[in-house]
């Protein structure tokens, strides 16, 4: 079974989800959510040790640009993300198992149809 | 005591050289038993006849790159009390696991060509002669339990003497400081209170950076930061930067990640995308000297 797990901002991310949730919406249940304070938090070595444990897929889900609750931790962890893939493609891991993505606090829907897209894609990459 | 070069460059055993003149004493209350290749000329058939557990100390250097290197230290093992992996190589891998990045179908093809040699072939119509068979080199604990870990590529002459001198009642498993490279920079940001800079631009050398600035902060790749810093940053005193030859210390998971996630803070999205359009890839950067824990086992 497929297995991703998402790294969601307490501010933003992870309220939407939380909506989410309260509106009904369906989303994957390959899909585990773990709070963080801040996506910019997230460490290139948790999400290597992700990877490490076997998880297909990883997503850190922060703030909108420029909203973010501490100035500038979206803009680290989608930088962090950009570099990261790069690593991955040397350790023979498709880099598109990875992915930042900037959710406001009450775009729910907008975490759904994010959620149902990553979950195709990882399923349409050969499994690990 | 015992003496293995494994899969290394004997670079090692030359900074035990080195403070040959000063540990020389501490060798009266040692007989080396077993030594390939320096100090003594034993074989590996003497090695069968040592009882299991006789040897006090075996300092191994280098990692395990062959099925032969995976035999004797196995052996090894089973013969000595103490193991001290010696060298970054033996402790992480060392440069030649780079390899871990390719097959060894690759390694070959690229070293032989299409004159690849026969895996065994026979001499004067008696002797058979076995090319020992290459394998991806791993650090010496993925092969067999060590004791302690002394890293360095090489290590500094002077932490040898201190070995030696301490060779009876070691207790700690890493024979470090426990500080960064940063510790002992000259040019690190704590001596003079500078707060974080943004890079606008990535490099790996140093070019007209100010003087006693820190590298990080200027762009250059430097990984002092996660090294080990007993080499006291001697490549910092002449302005390079560190490439990380002691390894990650200790709680250091996964280096390139570690990298990774400084980078991402010091660097502004110009220098990001400079340093992703300049470079391939970045795992060979990024995992020099120490083996990369994602591409365990088969690529």
């Not at chain 1, 790294?7 to 919406?25: E, P, S, T």
């Not at chain 1, 690593?87 to 959710?103: D, K, Q, T, Y």
Request: glycine share 8%; proline share 5%.
């Amino acid at each position: 079974m497929t297995e991703i797990v998402g790294f969601a901002c307490k501010w933003c991310a992870y309220r939407a989800i939380d909506l989410a949730g309260r509106l009904k919406l369906k989303y994957p249940e390959s899909i585990k959510i773990i709070r963080v304070p801040c996506s910019g938090r997230v460490d290139a070595e948790t999400v290597m040790k992700a990877f490490r444990l076997g998880f297909d897929g990883v997503f850190i889900a922060g703030c909108p640009e420029n909203e973010c609750h501490y100035i500038s931790g979206n803009s680290i962890a989608k930088r962090r993300v950009k570099l990261l893939k790069k690593l991955l493609h040397s350790l023979n891991i498709e880099p598109a198992r990875l992915e930042f993505v900037e959710i406001s606090s009450t775009d729910a829907v907008k975490f759904a149809d994010f959620a149902a897209e990553f979950h195709r894609r990882i399923e349409g990459l050969t499994r690990r | 005591m015992a003496f293995y070069l494994a899969s290394g460059c004997m670079g090692c055993e030359m900074a035990v050289v080195d403070s040959l003149h000063r540990i020389f004493d501490g060798f009266e209350s040692f007989e080396i038993v077993w030594s390939v290749p320096m100090f003594t000329s034993s074989r590996y058939d003497e090695l069968d006849s040592i009882p299991d557990g006789h040897i006090d100390v075996t300092i191994i250097e280098g990692g395990v790159g062959t099925g032969e290197v995976k035999d004797i230290v196995t052996k090894l093992r089973k013969k000595s009390k103490k193991i001290i992996a010696l060298g970054t190589c033996a402790v992480f891998g060392g440069v030649p696991a780079l390899a871990a990045f390719h097959t060894v179908d690759e390694i070959t093809g690229e070293v032989f060509s299409k004159t690849r040699p026969e895996k065994q072939v026979v001499h004067d119509g008696k002797y058979i002669l076995k090319l020992p068979e290459m394998e991806i080199q791993k650090p010496l604990d993925e092969v067999v339990g060590v004791d302690h870990y002394l890293p360095g590529c090489p290590p500094k002459p002077e932490v040898i003497v201190d070995l030696f001198s301490n060779l009876k009642n070691l207790k700690e498993k890493w024979i470090i400081s426990g500080k960064s490279v940063c510790s002992f920079c000259p040019r690190s940001p704590v001596n003079s209170g500078e707060t974080q800079a943004s890079a606008s631009d990535v490099e790996r050398v140093v070019s007209e950076s100010e003087e006693n600035a820190c590298l990080l902060y200027e762009g250059v790749l430097c990984s002092g930061f996660i090294t080990i810093g007993d080499c006291g940053a001697d490549c910092l005193k002449i302005d390079v930067p560190c490439r990380g030859c002691y390894g990650p210390l200790p709680d250091v998971e996964d280096a390139g990640g570690k990298m990774i996630d400084v980078l991402s803070i010091v660097l502004t999205d110009e220098a990001a995308e400079a340093l992703l359009s300049e470079y391939r890839e970045f795992g060979k950067i990024f995992y020099i000297y120490r083996r990369s824990l994602l591409k365990g086992g088969e690529p």
